[in-house]
């Protein structure tokens, strides 16, 4: 899910609803690290550090392994009959 928020997230932008409870009623958000912050001076200082960089580089990397993955990997997908004999 956070793999296809990504993608989205950066086709279109929308502005966040507001909430008192959140720093900066919920207004300046980094996807990426899945943090809020009190004003955009401060997000945009947080953009230029390591620890964001190094979450963007990981998260926009190869696409994440999907459930089907796990099954066939745990053995639990489709069944493997064997060959197929061709009859004369």
Do not use: W
Not at 5 to 26: N, S, T
């Amino acid at each position: 899910m956070v793999y296809d928020g990504l993608k989205k997230a950066e086709k279109g932008a929308k502005p966040l609803p507001q909430d008192q409870d959140l720093p900066g009623m919920g207004q300046y958000y980094c996807l990426h690290c899945d943090r809020y912050f009190n004003n955009a001076l401060v997000r945009d200082d947080h953009f230029k550090t390591k620890r964001h960089k190094k979450r963007v580089k990981i998260m926009m990397g190869d696409a994440p392994h999907t459930q089907l993955d796990a099954d066939l990997a745990a053995g639990m997908g489709m069944p493997d009959d064997g060959p197929k004999l061709m009859s004369f």
